[in-house]
């Protein structure tokens, strides 16, 4: 039994928690950053993971489109994952749906709590900085025992029946926001020219293709999704919008949170 978990991590949160789950699982998981856009032949695994952040009530447009993109498979086992700081919304059910939809066997799936990493709401007083609490991170560690245990039978011959993903009243009346919103929310962004080396850490960085050095960053607002992970990655703080200026930030995993998910 072989696996690959497919992540789209903007903080470093959702890569940390892939860490810990392929840590915990007797099967040998490769993991794959979906911005860097690497081409993988499924072919060889037995499994695949689809882990993201919850953006706006739902799944990243950058990861629904490789999803989509992917060849359609003939009941491949699955599993679905998400990280969110104040709320998961339909991330999860939407990830099980548009996985379902080419052709995996999706048999399990889980939302964890962790540090907001969207600086607005980390600025409302809603940074959640000690996430995941006792609480969730049992159930966390319940997730990943079932799913080691699904894939056990898995290998032992036995078929493993695909699951429906449930949610809280909370997130199931909750709208999943048009991607626009984060765009708008957001505003325009700008470079304090005294604090920009150069560095083009942001360039390299945007899943979205949407920088450029000339030799300062130019943002391209088109292609923008408004992700934040330039304003929070700049090493020298030098991204800017029009509401937020030097912090909040939340460039990588808390150290709590490190603890936590250590292997």
């Not at 952040?53 to 739902?58: I, L």
């Not at 996430?131 to 969730?136: Q, S, T, V, Y």
């Not at 079932?146 to 809280?168: D, F, H, S």
Request: aromatic share 12%.
């Amino acid at each position: 039994m072989k696996g690959i978990i497919y992540y789209y991590s903007g903080s470093g949160n959702t890569k940390l928690a892939c860490r810990y789950i392929a840590g915990n699982v007797t099967a040998p998981f490769d993991l794959v950053d979906v911005v860097k856009r690497k081409e993988v032949d499924l072919e060889p695994y037995d499994v695949v993971g689809f882990a993201t952040f919850a953006d706006f009530g739902g799944p990243p447009y950058l990861f629904q489109t490789l999803i989509e993109g992917l060849p359609q498979q003939q009941d491949k086992l699955a599993f679905v994952f998400n990280t969110y700081g104040f709320i998961s919304g339909k991330t999860l059910p939407t990830l099980e749906r548009i996985v379902a939809a080419k052709g995996f066997n999706v048999i399990a799936g889980h939302s964890l709590r962790t540090p907001e990493s969207y600086p607005p709401m980390i600025a409302r007083g809603k940074g959640a900085e000690e996430a995941p609490g006792e609480k969730r991170l049992r159930y966390f560690d319940a997730f990943i025992l079932e799913l080691r245990q699904l894939l056990e039978r898995a290998q032992e011959g036995q078929k493993v029946e695909q699951r429906r993903m449930r949610i809280g009243l909370i997130n199931r009346i909750l709208p999943a926001f048009p991607r626009t919103r984060a765009r708008e929310n957001m505003g325009e962004k700008y470079v304090d020219e005294s604090l920009c080396i150069e560095c083009g850490t942001c360039e390299k960085g945007c899943p979205y293709k949407a920088i450029r050095l000339e030799p300062k960053p130019v943002f391209d607002m088109n292609k923008c999704y408004g992700c934040w992970r330039c304003y929070n990655r700049c090493p020298e703080h030098a991204i800017y919008t029009e509401k937020f200026r030097g912090g909040p930030y939340y460039p990588m995993p808390n150290d709590q949170l490190k603890e936590k998910l250590k292997i």
